[in-house]
Every structure is written in structure tokens, then in C-alpha cells.
């Protein structure tokens, strides 16, 4: 049993080693440029990035690979859509909402120990309180009687509401991707693959947005996260 998971890992470590380097995500550029053809996108970025991440992850296919272990893909291949260098020897989309303008280029890096411990539950309930107490310390400096915030409570009350939208919409990504892998293994003949293919729509049923109950479901979450983040989200085209 043991040979034969090893076996299985490395063919999955093989099958993502040989992906082409000078290939980008056309489904995604595709939503791009279908969010773009809507009309003015907005002028607010916060709002503008929440828009297309939403519209992307309701649209974009969930593919499942015969030697993939974990689920999380994104289909790759040729770009066909206009591109422009961004920083770091970069391409993107021609007003790609999801590019940071006035900073430098750069990455992140979540706090996966949070994630796996809490979920995308958590942050996103730490995300409603903080932005409750602003609405409450309003109140208390201005009464009952003011409406609205204004400067800088504002836009962090904006940026609460878009990162809320925002995790409600990876949940609904990840559980579109678990009903698939479900569908995909009841057609599966090879017993062991079925059980493959179970094992990670369980998973992906908890996670990213409930805490991790097992080392599977962990891995589960943190590769589900970390391909959003590089592959979906971002101002960079080609991860």
C-alpha cells in the first residue's frame, strides 16, 4: 500500500514537473475579457477585483486529471488575448482588473496555519467583526442620529465587504469542484482511482472554508488556495 501511494505521488509530482513554462490560462483570460466587454468596470479596485473574482470562479471549469491526488486545476494552453509586460518579466491581460496599480510587483503568502486551523469561516467572521466594531465606533463618536463613515473607516468597511464576497466565492468554487470529482468518480471503473477521487471531494466539501480535520484534508486546502492565488487571482498571466 505504501509502494504503491508512492507511486501514485510520484507520478503526480512527474505530471506537474512537465507542464509547459510558456503556457498561460486561456479560460481565465477568457472571463477577463468577458468582464471587461460588460462596460465600465467601476473605478473603485477593490470592488472591480471582487467583480471579476466572483464572475471567474461561477464560470471557470473544474478540471480533474487522471493523476491528480488533490483537486484544484486550471486548464493551460496558448493565450490568444491581448497582452502587456508587468513588472518582474511578466504578462497580463490588457486592463487586467485583478492588477495592482501604484505598487511594486510582489507575492503573498497566507497564513496557512490560520486557514487549516480556523478556515475561510473564521477569517471571514473576523472580517464582519472588525468591520461591526468600526460601524459601533462611529456611532459612539458621531450617535445614532449620523448615517455612513467616511475616510479611512470607509474604505476598510469596503475592503471587509469585498474580502466577505470574496470567500463566499472560493466556497462555492470549492464545492462546484467536490460535486464534479463526485460525478467523475461514480463513472470510474478503476476502484482505487474511485476511492482517489472520493477521498478528495470529501475534502474539498470542508475545505479551504471549514478547518482541516485530517492531513488530507490539509494538503487539500492549502493546494486549493495556493492554485487560486497563483492561477486566478493576480496580475501575472503565466504562473
Known sequence: MEEEMKKRIAEFRDHIAGLRDDWGFPEREAC??????????GEIQAVRYTDCFEKMLAEISTPVGEQELLLGNVIQGNIEFPMEIVP???????????????????????DYA????????????????????????HKSRNGEGRAGLSGRDAC????????????????????????YAQEKAATQADEKRKVELCRAA????????????????ALQSVWFVHMILSCLAGGRDFA
Open 114 to 137: 490560520l486557514l487549516l486551523q480556523g478556515g475561510l469561516k473564521q477569517i471571514a467572521e473576523e472580517i464582519r467583526e472588525a468591520a461591526g466594531d468600526l460601524n459601533a465606533a
Open 156 to 179: 476598510r468597511r469596503l475592503w471587509a465587504a469585498c474580502a466577505g464576497r470574496s470567500i463566499t466565492s472560493i466556497h462555492a468554487f470549492a464545492q462546484r469542484y467536490s460535486a
Open 88 to 110: 518582474g518579466d511578466g504578462y497580463s491581460h490588457v486592463h487586467n482588473p485583478f492588477t495592482v496599480y501604484d505598487r511594486c510587483a510582489g507575492h503573498c503568502c497566507p
Open 202 to 217: 470529501q475534502s474539498l466539501k470542508r475545505v479551504p472554508f471549514y478547518p482541516a480535520e485530517s492531513f488530507q484534508d
Open 32 to 41: 477577463i475579457d468577458r468582464f471587461l466587454e460588460t462596460g465600465e468596470p
